[in-house]
């Protein structure tokens, strides 16, 4: 919790979103925001607009409705390939990788926006020395790697950007609690080693208040309850329903 | 035997052209999902151009292939802009698309009918009857030419699409395009791109073409039917596998003169085509997706 305090514009700011899928309403006047280097966690069951929200905030799916801002500046008139050039960056839900080519190219391929492409060896250092297993993988195709490996170069990946805030979908899905383990600890080393603002989407209530400064539960579409991670965890609704406690 | 080693040698060389017809649809099918049908009209079209240059102003054909490349390449990114943007992609908009690019080639060929009649025309150069001697077979010169064209083009391609991050976007595009908006690939221009090279292969395709054959506006047909059977072959892995399956094509035509009767050799390719789609519907040597 270096700095949860507000100065300045929050590094995200989404205000009153609604998105839709075809007619299927997704997102009903969602609103969040994050501070910078705040860890932030949004949580909630399958289908409650978790990806959405993050998919909306990539660009990758248009609101008809509300306005998401990047350090006070609106994102609704930038393109969606621009937004990584602003410091924006996700790691998608399932990793995503580019599965026919290799980890090297997967990552070189991440500093793609004008602002990273000079700094793609410093890069490479950085994410190699945080995922020392990737260094080895380097020239093997990414669709053959095990899940763990996948999502450490997905989170590579992102890296290459050079984001100011970082945005992970789902990032444990699927994973053996080993693995789920490591990749939180990740999370966490970002946070706190880089000071890199985050915002975790997951299913996994408890591991991601843990690291969590706040959170918010979202539920059909809306933010159902907010908080610190004290409170969320502490809240005897919250623990019923995604607990079981 | 000398029957057998005349004909692999013509095999080989007709697969140099083969898999200059097939790069341009396979590169767009690869990466946009996308059958462009208007690749028949490409074809034909370039043909004619550079009977024009060479008939009116005196280039050789040879010489002509940048002016080719570029023209046929402003010609795809203008007809991605302004018609395939739109297109529904994939499963899902395949009948617009093929409808679409369908009548696209329609309105070349009878523009070409409009401009230079029915009529065959064919390119005469000084050189166009001169052959070269390999392995004591005799074959013509201008064989070999497009042969050798063809193998740049292939080596070409290949760096471009592995050793450049323009060519590795195009890669990263076609396995996953979200991935790529999410890095800051322009999705759009790279399908634009795309599209243009692809086009001005198949212009380069023509012209190659138009040095050994005579053509007229309906040609392109036989070839874009051909350069679909070699994608299906080659399936869309790399460049690579795309010029392996042309001369999968080229071999079994060549050698199927030795057992069938000729009226049947122009079945061959359909043939190898249906038995590869139920036997091995990702290609002879690999994948589904442009790797």
């Given amino acids: 919790m ?23 309403q997704a997102l009903f006047g969602l609103s969040l925001n994050v501070q910078r280097g705040e860890v932030v966690t949004l949580v909630g069951s399958n289908g409650a607009g978790k990806t959405t929200t993050l998919r909306a905030t990539a660009g990758l799916q248009r609101p008809t409705k509300g306005d998401i801002r990047f350090e006070g500046k609106s994102l609704m008139k930038i393109r969606p390939h621009e937004r990584v050039e602003l410091g924006i960056t996700l790691v998608p839900e399932g990793r995503e990788l580019w599965p026919q080519m290799n980890v090297k190219e997967n990552l070189e391929l991440g500093a793609f926006c004008g602002r990273a492409r000079g700094h793609v060896a410093e890069s490479l ?22 899940g763990g490996e996948q999502q450490m170069c997905a989170i590579g990946r992102a890296l290459m950007s050079r984001p100011r805030l970082i945005m992970f979908d789902e990032p444990s899905l699927g994973l053996a609690p080993i693995l789920v383990s490591q990749v939180f600890d990740t999370i966490h080393r970002l946070h706190s080693e880089e000071g890199l603002t985050v915002l975790l989407v997951e299913q996994n209530l408890t591991k991601a208040l843990e690291i969590a400064d706040r959170g918010y539960v979202i539920e059909t579409g809306m933010i159902k309850t907010e908080g610190t991670s004290r409170q969320l965890l502490d809240d005897a609704s919250i623990r019923s329903a995604y607990l079981g406690i | 035997m000398e029957e057998v080693v005349r004909l692999g040698i013509s095999a080989v060389l007709l697969a140099g052209l083969y898999s200059v017809m097939a790069y341009g649809l396979g590169l767009i099918y690869g990466v946009l999902r996308i059958v462009n049908l208007a690749h028949a009209g490409v074809i034909m079209a370039a043909a004619y151009v550079t009977w024009l240059l060479h008939s009116r102003l005196g280039i050789d054909p040879y010489l002509a292939i940048p002016v080719i490349l570029v023209v046929f390449f402003i010609f795809g990114v203008l007809l991605y802009k302004g018609v395939v943007r739109f297109l529904p992609r994939g499963a899902a908009g395949g009948v617009q698309s093929l409808l679409l690019l369908f009548g696209i080639w329609l309105v070349m060929r009878n523009g070409a009918y409009l401009l230079f009649s029915g009529n065959d025309r064919a390119i005469r150069t000084e050189y166009s009857t001169h052959s070269i001697s390999i392995f004591g077979t005799s074959v013509a010169q201008s064989r070999v030419v497009v042969f050798v064209i063809a193998v740049l083009t292939l080596a070409a391609l290949h760096l471009f699409l592995t050793r450049t991050y323009t060519g590795k976007a195009i890669r990263a595009v076609a396995q996953n395009p979200d991935s790529g908006t999410i890095v800051g690939v322009n999705v759009e221009r790279f399908y634009a791109l795309t599209f243009g090279i692809g086009t001005s292969l198949g212009g380069l395709a023509g012209l190659l073409l138009a040095t050994i054959f005579a053509f007229n506006p309906t040609s392109g047909a036989v070839e874009l039917l051909k350069s679909f059977v070699v994608v299906v072959l080659g399936g869309l892995g790399s460049v690579v596998g795309i010029a392996l399956g042309a001369l999968v094509l080229a071999f079994a035509e060549s050698y199927a003169i030795l057992i069938l009767p000729s009226y049947l050799t122009a079945a061959v390719s359909f043939v190898l085509l249906v038995v590869v789609l139920v036997l091995r519907p990702g290609g002879l040597f690999g994948q589904r997706v442009l790797a």
Avoid at chain 1, 125 to 146: E, I, T, W, Y
């Fill in chain 1, 125 to 146: 250092d950085r994410v190699f020395s945080l995922f020392p297993h990737l260094k080895d993988r380097c020239n093997q195709m990414a669709g053959s790697l095990s």
């Fill in chain 1, 2 to 24: 270096v700095n949860s305090g507000t100065q300045g514009p929050p590094v995200l700011d989404i205000e009153d979103i609604e998105v839709f899928y075809g007619d299927a």
